[in-house]
């Protein structure tokens, strides 16, 4: 199957999960995507290189479970930076790129000599992509952050949770993720840009402001209604204000830490949970309507969790399905990766040097002409320097040697 | 000039995909949003403008649908289905969210779609994808959330409580990010000299590798991370890092102090507040400073390293249950520690960083004879710019100006409106 990417490149810089999920993207699409790494401090940089999980008792910087997973698909080079020959050969690498992405703290590689005057000198058409929590202009520009606190500034912490018992937050790094999205949506169009007009450019993403578009419904009922959510009884759990629906909500299933989501969209909906409930306050007639169970919202929950508590939550699920109610367990990783139907074809086997055959996250989506293709393990460190210095600049391997010799690579 | 510009796109009306048509519009596609005559479930949900329900004042309407022009037609009747092929005959991409078969069952099936047209880049975004046993399961944002793994991650280290989903519908949130990653990709093939094709995006699919360690622990080691308050799950318990400041407002602790120059800092920020003599464990602050380096495997090994660990976090508390959060935050970070506030939404909106940053955006609506400030820009593009191009559309308002450019003129739109069949 041809490439939707085939012949784009990516000078990446990126790490971690903000920036690492968004070349990930491009090059499961046939970017070639060549990560950037410092040979002195061993790529250490992106702490991930060498966290757990791990699928053995190795460890050191070629064995971490999540640089594996993020950066499937990409070569690895090491370059020191610290060298003018690391530099010189930095400057031949942007001058064949396509695009150059980087997720460090603001003015990093501005520090290196290579801003955005100096990528644009370069190569006039570069599209330039920057993504750090508060992006490169504003008061906040020196702060530092990670995927906690991105969400926490950005509004997301807030509005999940129970009222009066502080945040639950996100249990992880949505905005890493999410960034991530934002940041592979800002080079594919930066490139569609660049290829009807010929213009490059640099594109600042603070992750923070990211998170905060993701609130708009919320953000206008203050800005038109003055209406804040810190307020008495917000944010609300698992209930739904905005479309209105009750009851909506995540209910507990017979068993340790296990749970059931019922949302009721309408009366109906409504009407048919009674039908599989079988119970004489499921067709109460003062909970027959959507005002009346908003009301009771308390005692609605109270009963329907008595009577899940004692069932088990995928049969509940295909009953509730089966009568037209949208309804789904909380599934735990093993019940979604390896019984869940719907998810095959999610968890490609990729080909790591050091750490073999791997599963990994795949893409959500099918594509008819140009499908995605994950079958490469993240790059050991500096793997693909000979061949990347090769196929890009034409050094031999002899070069090659005698850069490794003197450091620069 | 827009990223987009020039991009035609048809977008069906759905709660599940219309962020993914609002980030297209806002970068300048122009996107043709059809809704059925008498307009679309969507603008029965609030929030509503003044707290007045009605179908022009819904503000989530007014959000998910910025930068678009609107027709209402009714595309399952055959009148009005084919004036839908003739829009989709003129637009680059078609994007729709309806269940697997709806299409097809309107006479709309890949065949009549893309048989007409090679060039037509086809989205489908549906709850489970187009095949499969779970394909007509029904979904809402909180199912998709809790079937497809983000769930699981998220809560309180308290287990009798439930999991909480997040707020904001972030499970349709997902999927569109996935659609337009999707559309931008096969747009910039076509770009390239490729064709179009049809993509299909599975929104259970996208949360699930939505999901980060929860997945990957599994995938490389069957490992099984459980939710804890405010922080990362994690196969083990890890320590809490979330703390009610002195005003009640909540913090985000970030990684506590772990090298000698961060112990520096946080010494010198409790000079510069004149509270260091406060804290009893002061001197493992400074015996931290004064290291060469701190091993983190050397935490309970070395008694004094041990010490000097514990003595950050406890400072840390400290200081954030003296401050105000916003002071604590500003403080922390301006010493050089990564902590982060915990704002609501709307004080987001309203932090300094962000309005500089111009965050806040106006909006006229002359429906209303008011002007609305909206949530601005997901990413600051140089040249090719975010802009929210006009508000949201009125029902049926470019039904006219629509339909009269793909060649039904008045007399076919007066025959359609006839039938019932637009708006």
Known sequence: MPKALEGIRICDFTGQLAGAGATRWLAAFGADVVRIEDPVNQGAWDILRSMPPFVDERRGHDFGGGFNNHNVGKRGITLNLRTARGKEILAELVKRSDALTENFAAGVLEKWGFGYERLKALRSDIVYVSNCGFGHRGPYASFKTWGPIVQAVSGLTFTSGLPDRGPAGWGYSYMDHTGGYYMAMAVLLALIHRQRTGEGQWVDMACCETGLTLHGPAILDYTVNGRPMRRPGQPDGNRSEWPAMAPHGIFPARGEDEWLAIACRSDADWERCGGVIEEAWAQAPEWASLAGRIAAQDALEERIAAWTATRDKFEMQRAFQAAGVPAAAVQKPEERIEHDPATQGLWPTVHHREMGDVRVDGLPVRFSETDWEVSRGGPCLGEHTEEVLGEWLGLGSAEVAELRESGVV | ?423
């Open chain 2, 1 to 423: 000039m827009s990223a987009l510009a020039g991009l035609h796109i048809v977008e069906l009306a759905h709660e599940r995909g219309a962020l993914a048509g609002k980030l297209l519009a806002d970068m300048g596609a122009d996107v043709v949003l059809v809704e059925p005559p008498g307009g679309a479930p969507q603008r029965s949900n609030g929030p509503f403008v003044d707290d007045v329900p009605d179908r022009e004042r819904s503000l989530s309407w007014w959000h998910y649908q910025t930068s678009k022009r609107g027709i209402a037609l009714d595309w399952r009747a055959a009148a009005g289905r084919e004036a839908l092929l003739a829009l989709v005959a003129s637009a680059d991409l078609l994007l729709e969210c309806e269940d697997p078969g709806v299409l097809e069952a309107a006479g709309l099936g890949d065949d009549v779609l893309t048989g007409a047209h090679e060039r037509l880049i086809h989205v489908s975004m549906t709850p489970f994808g187009p095949d499969g046993p779970r394909r007509h399961e029904l979904a809402t944002d909180l199912t998709l959330l809790a079937g497809g793994g983000p769930a699981w991650s998220c809560g309180y280290d308290d287990h009798s409580l439930p999991p909480i989903a997040g707020g904001g519908q972030q499970g349709y949130a997902i999927g569109c990010h996935y659609a337009v990653l999707s559309a931008l990709t096969a747009v910039l093939h076509r770009e390239l000299g490729g064709h179009g094709q049809r993509i299909d995006v599975s929104m259970h699919q996208a949360a699930n590798v939505t999901t980060e360690m929860a997945t990957y622990h599994w995938l490389v080691r069957q490992g099984t991370v459980q939710r804890q308050t405010g922080r990362h799950a994690m196969e083990q318990l890890s320590m809490p890092s979330q703390m009610a400041c002195g005003d009640g407002h909540h913090v985000n602790t970030g990684v506590p102090p772990r090298t000698p120059a961060e112990f520096a800092k946080l010494v010198s920020w409790l000079e510069e507040l004149g509270v260091k003599d406060e804290i009893p464990e002061a001197v493992f602050l400074e015996m931290g400073a004064a290291r060469d380096s701190i091993r983190l495997a050397d935490i309970g090994v070395d008694d004094e390293v041990t010490a000097i660990f514990a003595a950050g976090r406890e400072a840390m508390a400290f200081l954030a249950g003296r401050l105000p959060a916003q002071e604590f935050f500003l403080g922390a970070q301006r010493a050089g520690l990564p902590v982060g506030v915990i704002h609501s939404p709307e004080e987001a909106f309203e932090d300094p960083h962000f309005v500089a940053r111009g965050m806040q955006v106006a909006v006229e609506h002359p429906a209303l004879g008011r002007t609305v400030t909206y949530p601005g820009a997901p990413y600051a593009f140089e040249k090719s710019r975010w802009a929210i191009s006009r508000p949201a559309p009125q029902l049926g308002e470019h039904s006219d100006e629509v339909l009269e450019a793909v060649g039904i003129d008045a007399a076919g739109r007066a025959q359609l409106r006839a039938e019932g069949v637009l708006e």
